[in-house]
C-alpha cells in the first residue's frame, strides 16, 4: 500500500431519485432521502437528506425543497453536487480526516442515461475530489448485489423498480443484452395515489402523505394473503377548503395503480420478446429477480408472475440491493473491470 492509497479513500454511490446511498468500507454508512433544502435569500443548504425531507411541504417562501436527480438523472446540478458533498462530508473516517482525502468512486447509472446526462454525473465526482470514477449500470449493480455470479454465460433477468425508473434488463456474461427503462416508478406510483384521492375522494394530500399511503397500504393486486388494514388519511377538502380525513382501503390503492403496473408488465414482455432463445430458456429456469424499493409493493410479484407465467423473486433488502452491488464492485475492481464504465 503506497502513500497514495493511504490518501484515497473508497466510497459506492447509488445515487436515486428517491434516495441516496453510499458505501463506504463495505458498510452503509449514508442512506438518506435525495432532498436539499436551500435557504432562498442567501443560496445556502440549510439541510440535507431526512431533514429536509422533514420540511418537504411544509416550507415558507425563503426555503425551497429541492429534489435534485429526476428520473434517475441529475436534473439540478448544483443542488446535487452540494447533496454528495455534504454526504460525503459526514462520514466519520473522513470527518475525522485534517484535509480532505482524494477519493475513488463507483457510482451507478441508470441504463438508459444519455451520454451527456453520464457526463453530469462525471463532472460532479471531479468537484468532488474523486481521483478515479467508474460507472456501472443500475441492473448490473442489482444483479451483483442481490448475489448473481453475472460472469457465467447464463441469462438473468432483472427488474430495478427505483423512485424514478424502471429498469428491466437481461444480463449474461457480464454485459447487459437486451434492456429497457421506463419512467414508472415510485414516484409515479406516488402520484397516482394522490390522484385518486384528489379525484375520488375530494381529498387534497401532500406528497408525502401519498408516500405515506403506498407503503403502509399500496398494493399491485387485489387478491393479497395477508391484506393490510384501512388507513385513516388527512388532508384538504377540495370543495369545502376545510381539513378532513378520510379511510381509505387497500383495493382502492390498487386500483389507483393499476395503469401504472400496466406499464411495467409491458415493458417486461417487450424485454422477454427481445430475448435470445438460449437465454430465454436459462430465464425459464431461473425466473424472475426484483430490486429497488418499488419492488416491496404488496402483491407485485404474484401479479408480474401471473403475467409471465414465470416465478418471480424479490431480492432480500430490497432497497440496498443496488448500492450493495456497487460496493462489491468497488472491492474487487480487477473482477468487474469489464462490467465498469470509465
Known amino acids: 500500500m503506497g502513500f497514495f492509497d493511504f490518501m484515497t479513500e473508497d466510497i459506492a454511490i447509488d445515487l436515486g431519485t428517491a434516495n441516496t446511498l453510499i458505501i463506504h468500507d463495505g458498510k452503509v454508512i449514508v442512506d438518506a432521502p435525495s432532498i436539499v433544502a436551500r435557504d432562498r435569500s442567501t443560496g445556502k443548504i440549510i439541510a440535507v437528506g431526512k431533514k429536509a425531507s422533514l420540511m418537504q411541504g411544509k416550507t415558507h417562501e425563503n426555503i ?19 447533496m454528495i458533498k455534504e454526504f460525503i462530508k459526514n462520514i466519520p473516517s473522513i470527518k475525522k480526516r485534517f484535509f480532505t482525502p482524494s477519493l475513488r468512486m463507483v457510482i451507478c447509472i441508470p441504463s438508459g442515461i444519455t451520454e451527456v446526462e453520464k ?8 468537484h468532488m475530489n474523486a481521483k478515479e470514477i467508474y460507472l456501472i449500470h443500475e ?58 384521492m384528489r379525484t375520488q375522494h375530494n381529498l387534497y394530500v401532500g406528497e408525502r402523505t401519498a408516500e405515506r399511503i403506498k407503503i ?36 382502492e390503492i390498487s386500483k389507483a395503480l393499476d395503469k401504472s403496473i400496466l406499464r411495467i408488465e409491458d415493458a417486461v414482455m417487450e424485454t422477454l420478446s427481445k430475448t435470445p432463445p438460449e437465454l430465454a430458456a436459462d430465464i425459464y429456469n431461473t425466473g424472475i429477480y426484483l ?13 408480474l408472475s401471473r403475467k409471465t407465467d414465470l416465478p418471480v423473486y424479490v431480492a432480500e433488502d430490497p432497497l440496498r440491493a443496488v448500492v450493495r452491488g456497487t460496493g462489491i464492485a468497488l472491492k474487487d475492481l480487477e473482477k468487474y473491470k469489464n462490467v465498469l464504465m470509465k
Not at 293 to 302: E, H, I, T, V
Open 216 to 251: 403502509q397500504i399500496g398494493a399491485a393486486t387485489e387478491d393479497l394473503e395477508t391484506p393490510p388494514e384501512d388507513m385513516l388519511v388527512q388532508g384538504r377538502d377540495l370543495l369545502s377548503g376545510k381539513p378532513k380525513q378520510v379511510q381509505v382501503s387497500f383495493r
Open 139 to 196: 441492473p448490473m449493480a442489482a444483479a451483483i448485489g442481490i448475489g448473481i455470479d453475472i460472469m457465467q454465460p447464463k441469462g438473468n433477468m432483472i427488474i430495478d423498480i427505483g423512485g424514478g425508473t424502471t429498469e428491466i434488463a437481461v444480463i449474461a456474461l457480464g454485459g447487459i443484452v437486451c434492456d429497457k427503462s421506463v419512467k414508472v416508478a415510485g414516484d409515479v406510483f406516488t402520484s397516482d395515489i394522490a390522484y385518486y
Open 64 to 82: 425551497k425543497t429541492i429534489r435534485p436527480l429526476k428520473d434517475g438523472v441529475i436534473a439540478d446540478f448544483e443542488a446535487s453536487e452540494q
Open 119 to 126: 457526463r453530469a454525473v462525471i463532472d460532479s465526482a471531479e
Open 291 to 303: 430490486a429497488g424499493g418499488g419492488s416491496m409493493l404488496r402483491g407485485l410479484d404474484k401479479r
